[in-house]
């Protein structure tokens, strides 16, 4: 049942618990089911009853398809965190207060600013001075549900000074 790269691992963590008489610590390893196939599995072991007759409790827990699922978790992250970053559109991500979180390669070459010079700022720190204000106050008022997300137009300021009219797409 135990695949011979653990064959090992498992007899020297049985040997360490019995000399010990302590449980030993969770680990995770591939097993072979009766069928064949290779499943992970999370081993939890305790010492029962008479010490001298080195019993065991062993617990199984088939961990196989939570590891799928963060695997394929983590490609879709990895997809997701690619796309936003070469996307040939500008986009920036903020929280709740219009903070801005990250910031994609498009979006800085737009405005003409590295990714540091907008993350930690107001979104809209970027937009014409004299628009700031309402900017501010649309940003809120969208965040807390008061205004409808729908495309607008706005001007924005680049780090050389030059205006830029841009749409924008929430």
Not at 71 to 89: G, I, K, N, T
Request: one cysteine or more; charged letters at 30%.
């Amino acid at each position: 049942i135990v695949t011979a790269q653990f064959r090992p691992i498992v007899q020297e963590r049985i040997q360490k618990m019995v000399s010990s008489r302590q449980p030993s610590p969770p680990m995770t390893q591939t097993l072979r089911r009766l069928d064949g196939q290779a499943i992970e599995v999370e081993v939890h072991t305790w010492i029962i009853g008479d010490p001298a007759e080195k019993s065991a409790l062993v617990i199984f827990n088939d961990v196989t398809a939570g590891r799928r699922a963060e695997e394929a978790l983590h490609v879709s992250e990895e997809r997701y965190r690619r796309m936003f970053e070469e996307a040939p559109v500008a986009y920036h991500e903020i929280d709740a207060q219009g903070v801005v979180q990250r910031v994609n390669r498009a979006e800085c070459e737009l405005l003409g600013v590295r990714p540091e010079e907008l993350v930690g700022k107001h979104v809209s720190e970027s937009v014409a001075p004299g628009q700031r204000e309402a900017s501010r106050a649309r940003v809120a008022a969208k965040l807390t549900g008061k205004e409808v997300l729908k495309p607008f137009e706005n001007v924005y300021t680049r780090r050389d000074g030059v205006h830029l009219r841009v749409e924008v797409r929430e």
